[in-house]
């Protein structure tokens, strides 16, 4: 079964950095675009950050602009989120989702990803 495995969620004070990853079991998605996706309690999920399946471009939601870096590398089958100068607002359960998509068109809508990790909670104390 496939699936994607976040790592590096934590408690961290307001200011502090975290760096996430996201590699898939049973596959490798050297060829997926690859988005990082939030939720916190009482909240719909929303859009954080993607990288195309090359790395050469990268997308941001305006709430993390500037504060948050999101990169791969294919030889490790690992794409990363660099978050530095953290929130509590940040405060929420990070999800990695991929999509096989050797392109540069992608789509910043939950649905259009296939494959989905479990995520990992990240907190900002104040």
């Known amino acids: 079964q496939v699936q994607l495995i976040e790592s590096g969620g934590g408690l961290v004070q307001a200011g502090g950095s975290l760096r996430l990853s996201c590699a898939p079991s049973g596959r490798t998605f050297s060829h997926d675009a690859v988005g990082w996706f939030r939720q916190a309690p009482g909240k719909e999920r929303e859009f954080v950050s993607a990288?195309?399946?090359?790395?050469?471009?990268?997308y941001y939601s305006d709430s993390v602009k500037g504060r948050f870096t999101i990169s791969r590398d294919n030889v490790k089958n690992t794409v990363y989120l660099q978050m530095n100068s953290l929130k509590p607002e940040d405060t929420a359960v990070y999800f990695c989702a991929s999509r096989y998509a050797p392109y540069t068109a992608i789509a910043f809508d939950s649905f259009w990803f296939s494959y989905w990790g479990q995520g990992t909670q990240v907190t900002v104390s104040s």
């Open positions: 990288i195309t399946w090359n790395g050469g471009d990268t």
